[in-house]
C-alpha cells in the first residue's frame, strides 16, 4: 500500500486495519474468479487496472474533483437520476456493496433477516472501510423495497448527508406524477448542494454524458449475441459494475475499446468458450462488486452467461434519454419518461419485466435461464415464481437460486447448476 494512500485513507477516518483485510479478500477473489479465465479480451486490462485502484486511484481522483469544487453523490439504487448530477458537474457513484462486513455490528441495528445487499451497505459503513460512502457529499436513499426504505431510517443517523427520495409502486399516471415530483425535487436539491442552477444546456450535457456511457454497455451487450461468446459473463457482469464508479468518458471509451476488439474476434471466430456452449441469461437481484459467486459458479459449470436482467445490466442502463428537448421542462420530462421504464420489482403489477426477459432470451439465444434472488429479498422472491411461470409457458427452462453473500452454500449451488446446465445439452 503506498503512503499516499494510506493517508488518504486515513484521511476519510477507515478503519486501516478492517480495510486491508478487505482489500486483501477483493484481491484474492479477484485472483481467483477473474484473473483465472482463460482467453479473455485484452481489453479487460483496462478493467482489471480499475479494479485494482478501486480504492486508491478513483478516490484520489474523486478527492482531487472534490477539492476543485466538484461534488460526489452517493446512491443504492438506479432510479437516481444521473443526469440531473451530471447537469450539476457532480459526480454520482454506487455505494451498493457485494460483501458481507462487520456483520455483528450490522445485526444490532437491523434483523438478521434483511437481504445481504443492504447488510452490506451497512456493514460497509459500520465497519468503516468504504472510501465511496465516506467521500460523499450527499447520499441518496430511494423509497424502493421495505427493506431499504425502513433501514433508511437507521442509516440517517450513521450518516450526515442522507437525502431520501420517494417513489412510486405503481405505474400509473399518479405514479409518474410522483416520480416527477421527486425528480424535481431532486433537482433543487442538487442545484442546493452544488451552487449551480442547471439550465437546459447543462441538463443536455448531463444527459449525453450518461446516454455515452449507456450506449456503449449496450454495445457490448449486443456483442454477446454471438456464438461462440466472445466475451465471459463475468467480464461483462464487471464492466457493468464499474459502470456505477467509473469517470463517464474513461468508462464510455474504454468500453468501445472493447468492442472494436471483440467485433474482430466475432469476426474470427474466436471465443472464451467453444462454440455451442450452453447459454445462460441471469435474472433478478443487482450484484454489486464483488458479489460473484453465482457467475463464477455457472461459468465453471459448462455454461456461459450471455446477458443480465438486472439493474446491474440491462434493467438498469437498457433505455436512452430523448436529449432533442430544447427546454428544462421538456428535457426533464424526458428524464422521468426514461426512468419510468425501470421494471424493478417493487413495482405492482410488474408484467413489463417478464416481456423483457423473454425478449432478452430471444435476442440472446439463451437456452436457459437462472432466476438470482436473494435470502430476504422479497419483491424479487415474489417475482421468481410469475417468471418462472412464464418462461415455462415458452419451454425456457428456468432455475431459480435463493442465496445470500456467504461461500457457504458454493458446493450445494454448483450441484444444483451443473445439473441445469446438463439438463440443457
Ligand atoms: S431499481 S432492483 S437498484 S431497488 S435485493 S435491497 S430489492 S430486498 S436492490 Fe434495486 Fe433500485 Fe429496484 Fe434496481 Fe430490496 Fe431486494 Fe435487497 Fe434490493
Known amino acids: 500500500m503506498s503512503e499516499d494512500y ?24 479477484y485472483q481467483d474468479i477473474y484473473l483465472a479465465q482463460k482467453n ?12 485494482s ?17 466538484q461534488k460526489v453523490i452517493g446512491s443504492f439504487c438506479v432510479f437516481v437520476p444521473e443526469e440531473i448530477v451530471r447537469a450539476a458537474d457532480a459526480i454520482l457513484v454506487g455505494l451498493c456493496a457485494g460483501a458481507d462486513f462487520a456483520g455483528e455490528e450490522v445485526e444490532k441495528l437491523l434483523p438478521r433477516n434483511t437481504c445481504s445487499l443492504i447488510k452490506s451497505a451497512f456493514g460497509f459503513k459500520l465497519g468503516k472501510v468504504c ?12 423509497n424502493t423495497c421495505d427493506g431499504k426504505k425502513k433501514s433508511y431510517e437507521i442509516l440517517k443517523d450513521l450518516v450526515p448527508n442522507l437525502y431520501v427520495m420517494d417513489l412510486p409502486q405503481v405505474k400509473s399516471a399518479e405514479g409518474r406524477a ?59 457482469l464487471l464492466a457493468n459494475q464499474v459502470f456505477f464508479y467509473d469517470n463517464p468518458a474513461r468508462f464510455t471509451e474504454s468500453v468501445n475499446k472493447i468492442c472494436d476488439e471483440l467485433e474482430k474476434r466475432i469476426e474470427n471466430s474466436e471465443g472464451v468458450f467453444p462454440k455451442e456452449t450452453p447459454r445462460l441469461l441471469l435474472s433478478g437481484c443487482p ?11 455457472i461459468e465453471t459449470s459448462g455454461a456461459v452467461i450471455v446477458g443480465e436482467e438486472s439493474c446491474v445490466g440491462e434493467r438498469g442502463t437498457r433505455n436512452l434519454t ?28 410488474n408484467p413489463d419485466r417478464l416481456d423483457h426477459i423473454v425478449e432478452m432470451v430471444e435476442k440472446y439465444q439463451a437456452n436457459g435461464v ?56
Request: with cysteine.
Open 287 to 297: 450484484m454489486a462488486v464483488p458479489n460473484w459467486k453465482l457467475p463464477w459458479i
Open 178 to 236: 410522483l416520480l416527477k415530483a421527486e425528480f424535481v425535487r431532486f433537482k433543487e436539491a442538487v442545484e442546493k448542494l452544488t451552487g449551480i442552477a442547471i439550465d437546459a444546456k447543462r441538463l443536455k450535457k448531463g444527459i449525453e454524458i450518461v446516454n455515452n456511457k449507456r450506449k456503449a454497455i449496450y454495445r457490448l451487450s449486443s456483442l454477446r449475441k454471438a456464438d461462440p461468446p466472445s466475451i465471459s459473463g463475468l467480464d461483462a
Open 131 to 142: 472510501p465511496y460512502i465516506e467521500s460523499a457529499d450527499m447520499i441518496v436513499g430511494e
Open 322 to 349: 430523448d436529449d432533442s428537448g430544447t427546454t428544462v421542462d421538456e428535457l426533464m420530462e424526458a428524464i422521468i419518461d426514461r426512468y419510468f421504464q425501470v421494471d424493478c420489482a417493487i413495482f405492482t403489477p
Open 53 to 69: 485502484e478501486v480504492h486508491g486511484l478513483r478516490i484520489r481522483e474523486l478527492l482531487d474533483e472534490k477539492a476543485a469544487g
Open 40 to 51: 479473455r479480451p485484452e481489453g479487460m486490462g483496462y478493467f482489471d487496472f480499475v479494479m
Open 6 to 29: 494510506k493517508s488518504m485513507w486515513e484521511s476519510l477516518e477507515l478503519d486501516l486495519k478492517a480495510h486491508d483485510a478487505l482489500l486483501e479478500v477483493l484481491g484474492k477473489g
Open 370 to 425: 437462472i432466476h438470482y434472488g436473494l435470502q430476504f429479498c422479497q419483491p424479487y422472491l415474489m417475482e421468481s415464481m410469475p417468471v418462472e411461470k412464464a418462461l415455462e409457458a415458452k419451454n425456457i427452462p428456468t432455475l431459480r437460486i435463493d442465496t445470500d453473500y456467504s461461500m457457504e452454500d458454493v458446493g450445494q449451488l454448483k450441484t444444483r447448476v451443473e445439473a441445469f446446465i446438463e439438463m440443457l445439452k
